[in-house]
């Protein structure tokens, strides 16, 4: 067997043996108190989903002038669609 590069061994953190992965438990066994805040911190589920995800295909340019109006691009993206939507509707029914 060839023998580890020393400057790439970390005596902090040895290589686990065969014998290490058999007594490791799960971290929330181990520390509950942080698992229970971990838990505290999740989101729970959507009650009325308002949204859907979907894969569209955008020009560059319009994602781009879009992203370079800053934070909140995305919902100011739906806001324009929401616009042009109403009026399709509209138009659709005269």
Not at 13 to 23: G, H, I, K, V, Y
Not at 53 to 77: K, N
């Amino acid at each position: 067997m060839k023998k580890p590069n020393p400057e790439l061994v970390d005596a902090d953190n040895p290589e686990w043996t065969s014998d290490m992965f058999a007594r490791a438990r799960p971290a929330r066994q181990v520390f509950p108190e942080l698992s229970a805040q971990s838990e505290r911190r999740k989101r729970g589920k959507q009650r009325a989903p308002t949204k859907a995800l979907v894969s569209l295909r955008i020009e560059r340019a319009v994602l781009a002038a879009y992203r370079a109006t800053g934070r909140g691009w995305q919902s100011r993206m739906n806001e324009a669609l929401r616009r042009d939507a109403k009026r399709l509707r509209k138009a659709a029914t005269q």
